[in-house]
């Protein structure tokens, strides 16, 4: 088993997992450490949990209830498989929803409803989306929730205090910026469950923590890269991108054109713009 992790956070932690086992491999007996959510990428196998058999493939869901023994086989498939796993804190989940129908469930076959936040968290994994894969994990556990408990969630009813917590974050996220922030620091700093954090900042500004760290970043770049004479890399660090690459997709995700065609652009090179308005026609 091959383990990469994407994200280790104070209450979620996400992990690519790689199995290479096949029908040849002997299967043994495990046990979930903490609540999780696994999504199946690629491949296939089986596992025996609660007393219940299930075949999992490509687009189902490995759900784990900690102390819960399971095992894993692979009669079907030489191929082994491919899962991005959610790992969830307890504080968290008491804040989701500890519902035993559903952190029990074992495996949940292919939902449309659920599928499309795996291929969403895997867009976030490959630094394709601006969400962050702790908002996506949140959001995820609680959209499964709901589904095996039958219906939506209640709709969140805002307060004055709600409010003025969400802009005096979105102020502080604004000033902090430049640093490595994640769900957990600022939800600490909103003195809410990030759960909850995650729920109010959403429905008071909409935008998710992280989008709104990702533009207020990105509006400094444009910044610096109009007036500046910094080296490219140096703007990505100077405003809190951990990774040029990272910076230079997601700025030209935004801007329809890299960082360096915009400073050109910002510098009066008019083609740049022409040939984007051409492109749009």
């Known amino acids: 088993m091959r383990i990469v992790s994407l994200f280790e956070g104070a209450t979620l932690a996400v992990?690519?997992?790689?199995?290479?086992?096949?029908?040849a491999d002997?299967?043994?007996?495990?046990?979930f450490s903490e609540h999780s959510i696994s999504y199946?990428?690629?491949?296939?196998?089986?596992?025996?949990a609660l007393g219940h058999a299930h075949e999992l493939v490509a687009g189902a869901f490995l759900i784990g209830h900690p102390g819960d023994e399971y095992v894993c086989t692979h009669d079907h498939h030489a191929g082994g498989d491919t899962c991005l796993s959610?790992?969830?804190?307890?504080?968290?989940?008491?804040?989701?929803g500890d519902s035993r129908r559903g952190w029990r469930a074992g495996a949940v076959p292919p939902a449309a409803e659920l599928?499309?936040?795996?291929?969403?968290?895997?867009?976030?994994a490959r630094g394709d989306s601006e969400l962050g894969l702790d908002e996506v994990g949140v959001l995820l556990a609680r959209r499964?929730?709901?589904l095996r408990e039958?219906?939506?969630?209640?709709?969140?009813?805002?307060?004055?205090?709600?409010?003025?917590?969400?802009?005096?974050?979105?102020?502080?996220?604004?000033?902090?910026a430049h640093q490595a922030i994640d769900l957990d620091a600022a939800a600490r700093e909103a003195a809410l469950s990030p759960y909850h954090f995650l729920r109010v900042f959403g429905a008071v500004l909409g935008v998710t923590p992280h989008q709104y760290l990702v533009r207020v970043r990105l509006r400094r770049a444009a910044r610096l890269l109009a007036d500046a004479e910094r080296p490219i890399t140096e703007v990505a660090f100077d405003v809190g991108f951990g990774d040029v690459s990272n910076f230079v997709r997601t700025f030209g995700r935004a801007a329809g054109m890299s960082p360096r065609a915009f400073r050109r652009a910002a510098r009066g090179d008019r083609k740049i713009f022409q040939e984007r308005l051409a492109a749009a026609t």
């Open 115 to 124: 599928v499309v936040l795996g291929e969403l968290a895997q867009a976030v």
């Open 86 to 96: 959610f790992h969830y804190d307890a504080s968290l989940v008491d804040a989701i």
């Open 144 to 146: 499964f929730l709901a």
């Open 26 to 31: 002997r299967s043994v007996v495990e046990c």
């Open 150 to 176: 039958g219906g939506p969630r209640r709709s969140l009813a805002l307060s004055a205090r709600d409010r003025r917590r969400a802009v005096a974050t979105a102020l502080w996220l604004d000033a902090h």
């Open 15 to 23: 992990r690519d997992y790689h199995c290479e086992a096949g029908p």
């Open 40 to 48: 199946v990428r690629e491949g296939s196998f089986g596992c025996h």
